[in-house]
């Protein structure tokens, strides 16, 4: 049995945050070895993984350092879908295969129910189904019970679900021969090849069977998402603290914390669970970390900085800061009193723009989404819900109401595009750490 994880995909909707999906970091790992690891405890070592161009060689690294797997590569030149994903991997699929988009975190149990029912019982493929109490934005699945599939229906919009169970991407096909040559008959101008082919089986009287799947799954398909991802990992995750992490005596740790190899957590620091800490991270004199947060490798939690709530990217900075409920990406530095504001006067649901249209993130606490080698002056403050692209500077004084594009600068007086050459070195930010450890 083979396992075919589909990384080819561009995650547009996630902007400001490029980094794939896959490759996100929890708890010091990329999503990719966390989902591998996954599914090697339910007994399966063979993978397939299907990506782009431009990560290669990031993947062949990453999974060369996990001992007991076999890994093969095809490449999907443009993210054209799951079925042409598939497509692009015709010549390794000459097996059973279980089909799974890593960019959703779900137990291990979804890979054993798969298992189980196919012993039970004869189908041409098994799918998930995963019973929602309210509309999530995917694709549906209707059945005649108790657990043969009639039709797909996908993104129905809301009001129009013609069931309570969503289609999660863990779909077990026997026949993977026969499952591409229903995609090459498929008729459409949508991306729905890979739905429509499974549907075209079941007008041919081939049996899909759907799986009753109950236990935590948590995808990710807009920024506020990774909230969920870092909820589920740390939930599942005891406290530790790494022998060579070095904790002062006037420090106070309280609650589930992770605090990764060679750490340092400095007086007076208060860190309540709970939280993860990641490699080579310092959290200064006075500082606040709590509820869910999840600090990356080589970053600074500066004198009296509180995060709460926040997922901070590798190699980031803080000083007198106050990040609320942010997802902040790599190699970011904020000056002093900097604020990352996280709730509405009203307390309505925070929006943000995605591909130019508003959307309700469901959350009554957001704060602001930053990507990647971006900075803030002193005393700049970004309301709930702004984008700050990659590459981009607040400005000192500046309070951020509406989305800053890539490469700009953001000054009190308006918004000035320039390319952005003030980026903090890797040779400065080596110093900067030497000489706090110091």
Sequence with gaps: ??????????????????????????????????????????????????????????????????????????????????????????????????????????????????????QANNAVSYMLGYEVDEYFPGGYLEINPPDTLTHIVEKPGKGKEPSNLVNILVHLHTDPEKLLSHVANVQTNGDDVYELAIDSMVKENQTVRVVPFADSWTPIKYPWHIFSVVRQFLDQTPGYVAPTAVISGKAIIDGNVYIDENARVFEDAVIRGPVYIGRNSIIGTGSLVRGYSHIGADCVVGFSTEVKGSYIGNGCWFHMCYVGDSIIGERCSFGANTVFANWRFDEKNISVRVNGKRLDSGLNKLG??????????????????????????????????????PDNIATISGYSTMRNSFQISDKTAGARMKMLRH
């Design 1 to 118: 049995m083979k396992v075919v994880f589909l990384c080819g995909g561009a995650g547009k909707r996630m902007f400001p945050i490029t980094e794939d999906k896959f490759l996100l970091e929890f708890l010091g790992k990329t999503l990719l070895e966390h989902q591998i690891e996954v599914a090697k405890k339910a007994g399966l070592t063979d993978f397939v993984i299907v990506t782009g161009t431009r990560n290669v060689s990031r993947i062949v690294n990453i999974t060369a350092a996990i001992p007991g797997i076999s890994v093969k590569l095809a490449i999907q030149e443009t993210p054209n879908g799951i079925a042409n994903a598939l497509e692009s991997a015709a010549r390794l699929l000459n097996d059973e295969i279980i089909v799974v988009n890593p960019n959703d975190v779900f137990d291990g149990s979804a890979y054993t129910r798969l298992l189980d029912a196919h």
């Design 368 to 405: 602001a989404i930053v990507g990647n080698n971006c900075r803030s002056g002193v005393n700049a403050s970004l309301m709930p819900g702004v984008k700050v692209g990659p590459n981009s500077i607040v400005g000192p004084q500046v309070c951020l109401t509406k989305d800053l594009e």
